[in-house]
C-alpha cells in the first residue's frame, strides 16, 4: 500500500554534483589556477593513479594541477539500467537537478521526497580530495567555499528540502572544531566525515586525536555522516573481478567502521555523539551485534577496550543506519530498534528508484506498522538532524 499521505519522505544519503563554478567564483585570484576548476579535455588525459585515458570531447576537474575525470561520479538518475555505465562525462549528459538546487526540488517533487541530505562528489563524499592537498592554504579556502555554497546558495533557499552537510579541513583537528562551529552557528545540521581515517592517514578512532572535533559535534548536535568508501579502502576482490563484485560489497565497509567506533573511546568520552553509517543498509545489524557482544564478553579483560558497557549498548544510543531496498532489515527491524533505522533515496546514483522512490518506498513497507514506518521515513530523521517539522513543513 502507498504510504500514508502525512509521511514525509526525508532522505538521510543523497549526492550533490558541484556546479562548474563553485570554486571560481569563491576563491581569492591568487588561488584560481590551482583551485578546483573544470576543464574541456581536447586530447587523450591519463591520471596519476593509472586509471584509463580520457577521450576528447569530455569534461573534468582539475585541482593542483592534477586531472581528476569521472566529473559527474554515477549520476544516472532517469537513465535505463540499459543506458547506465562507469560515468556520465559532461554536465550536458545528467540531469540540471544534480547540479542546480531548484531543479533538485523539482525533481524531489517528482519522486515524492520531502526533504534530502546530500554528500558532496568532486571533494570525495567526505572532503578527502582536499585533505590530501598539498597546499594546505588553498584546501582550507575550498573547504570554506564549498561550506558557504551549501548554506547560502544550495540549502538557503530551500530549508524545508534541503538539509545542509559539510566537510571539514580534516588534516587538522582544532582547524576542523572551528569550521564545524562556525558553520554549526550558520545552519548546518551534519557532517561528512570519513568511515575510517586511519584509511587517509589520518588519527584513528582509537588515538584520541579527534576530540577537539568531537566535543564540538556532542555540543552542537551534529551528527557526523559516515559514508562507505570515504577511508578509500576497498573490499578486496580478485584483480580480474568484473566491477559489480565490488560494487555488492560496498556496504560491508560498514561493518568495518561499526566495529572500530563500538570498540574505540570515543562513545564513552562523547556519550551524546551522534554517528550515521550512510549506503551500508541495515539487515547485517542484529547479526553483527550479537557477534560484537561475544568478542566482547570473552576478549575485553586483556585489551584496552572498556569493560563496563556492552557495544550494542553504544549502538543503541549513538549511531544510525540508513536503507534503501533491505528486506532483512525491516523484518528484523524490533531487534536492530525502530528508533536506529532511516531511509536513503541516493539520489541521483544507480541505486535510486527516482522518479518512483515513494512508490517503492510504500511496496517496501507494506506489512509494517504506520507508527513503524512514519519514524523510519521521517521522523527518526527529524530528530537525528534536529529537522524541525513545526519549522519546515
Known amino acids: 500500500m502507498p504510504l500514508q499521505p502525512h509521511m514525509k519522505l526525508i532522505s538521510v544519503d543523497d549526492h550533490i554534483i558541484e556546479p562548474?563554478?563553485?570554486?571560481?567564483?569563491?576563491?581569492?585570484?591568487?588561488?584560481?589556477?590551482?583551485?578546483?576548476?573544470?576543464?574541456?579535455?581536447?586530447?587523450?588525459?591519463?591520471?596519476?593513479?593509472?586509471?584509463?585515458?580520457?577521450?576528447?570531447?569530455?569534461?573534468?576537474?582539475?585541482?593542483?594541477?592534477?586531472?581528476?575525470?569521472?566529473?559527474?561520479?554515477?549520476?544516472?538518475?532517469?537513465?535505463?539500467?540499459?543506458?547506465?555505465?562507469?560515468?556520465?562525462?559532461?554536465?550536458?549528459?545528467?540531469?540540471?537537478?544534480?547540479?542546480?538546487?531548484?531543479?533538485?526540488?523539482?525533481?524531489?517533487?517528482?519522486?515524492?521526497?520531502?526533504?534530502q541530505?546530500?554528500?558532496?562528489?568532486?571533494?570525495?563524499?567526505?572532503?578527502?580530495?582536499?585533505?590530501?592537498?598539498?597546499?594546505?592554504?588553498?584546501?582550507?579556502?575550498?573547504?570554506?567555499?564549498y561550506n558557504d555554497f551549501i548554506l547560502d546558495e544550495w540549502c538557503g533557499p530551500h530549508p524545508d528540502r534541503l538539509i545542509p552537510m559539510v566537510i571539514l579541513p580534516l588534516w587538522d583537528a582544532e582547524l576542523a572544531a572551528a569550521e564545524l562551529r562556525r558553520t554549526a552557528e550558520r545552519g548546518a545540521k551534519a557532517v561528512a566525515f570519513p568511515e575510517n581515517p586511519a584509511g587517509l592517514d589520518l588519527p584513528s578512532f582509537h588515538s584520541g586525536g579527534w576530540d577537539p572535533l568531537l566535543a564540538v559535534a556532542e555540543e552542537a548536535g551534529t551528527p557526523l555522516c559516515m559514508h562507505f568508501g570515504t577511508s578509500t579502502r576497498m573490499p578486496f576482490v580478485a584483480a580480474d573481478a568484473p566491477f559489480p563484485v565490488t560494487i555488492a560489497l560496498m556496504g560491508t565497509n560498514s561493518i568495518n567502521t561499526l566495529s572500530e567506533l563500538?570498540?574505540?573511546?570515543?562513545?564513552?568520552?562523547?556519550?551524546?555523539?551522534?554517528?550515521?553509517?550512510?549506503?551500508?543498509?541495515?539487515?547485517?545489524?542484529p547479526w553483527f551485534l550479537e557477534r560484537i557482544d561475544l568478542t566482547w564478553e570473552r576478549h575485553r579483560f586483556y585489551n584496552d577496550v572498556n569493560k563496563e558497557v556492552r557495544p550494542?549498548?553504544?549502538?543503541?544510543?549513538?549511531?544510525?543506519?540508513?536503507?534503501?531496498?533491505?528486506?532483512?532489515?525491516?523484518?528484523?527491524?524490533?531487534?536492530?530498534?525502530?528508533?536506529?533505522?532511516?531511509?536513503e533515496g541516493d539520489y541521483p546514483h544507480s541505486d535510486s528508484s527516482w522518479p518512483h522512490s515513494r512508490k517503492r518506498a510504500g511496496e517496501a513497507f507494506v506489512d509494517v506498522p504506520d507508527a513503524d514506518v512514519h519514524r523510519i521515513v521521517e521522523l527518526n530523521a527529524r530528530e537525528l538532524l534536529s529537522f524541525d517539522a513545526d519549522l519546515h513543513g
Open 312 to 343: 550494542s549498548a553504544l549502538f543503541r544510543r549513538n549511531v544510525w543506519g540508513c536503507f534503501i531496498d533491505d528486506t532483512p532489515g525491516l523484518l528484523l527491524r524490533d531487534v536492530i530498534g525502530v528508533d536506529r533505522i532511516t531511509w
Open 117 to 145: 541530505l546530500g554528500f558532496p562528489t568532486f571533494p570525495g563524499f567526505a572532503g578527502r580530495v582536499f585533505a590530501t592537498a598539498k597546499d594546505k592554504e588553498l584546501a582550507l579556502l575550498c573547504v570554506r567555499a
Open 262 to 285: 563500538l570498540f574505540s573511546p570515543i562513545f564513552h568520552a562523547f556519550p551524546r555523539l551522534k554517528v550515521t553509517l550512510a549506503e551500508g543498509g541495515v539487515g547485517w545489524i
Open 20 to 115: 562548474p563554478d563553485l570554486w571560481t567564483s569563491r576563491l581569492p585570484t591568487a588561488h584560481l589556477d590551482a583551485g578546483p576548476r573544470v576543464i574541456e579535455v581536447d586530447g587523450a588525459v591519463t591520471t596519476e593513479i593509472g586509471a584509463a585515458a580520457t577521450a576528447a570531447g569530455t569534461q573534468m576537474w582539475t585541482f593542483e594541477g592534477q586531472p581528476f575525470p569521472n566529473i559527474a561520479l554515477n549520476a544516472v538518475a532517469g537513465k535505463s539500467h540499459e543506458e547506465f555505465g562507469l560515468e556520465p562525462v559532461r554536465f550536458d549528459q545528467i540531469r540540471p537537478g544534480c547540479y542546480d538546487p531548484a531543479e533538485r526540488v523539482k525533481d524531489m517533487d517528482i519522486d515524492g521526497v520531502q526533504a
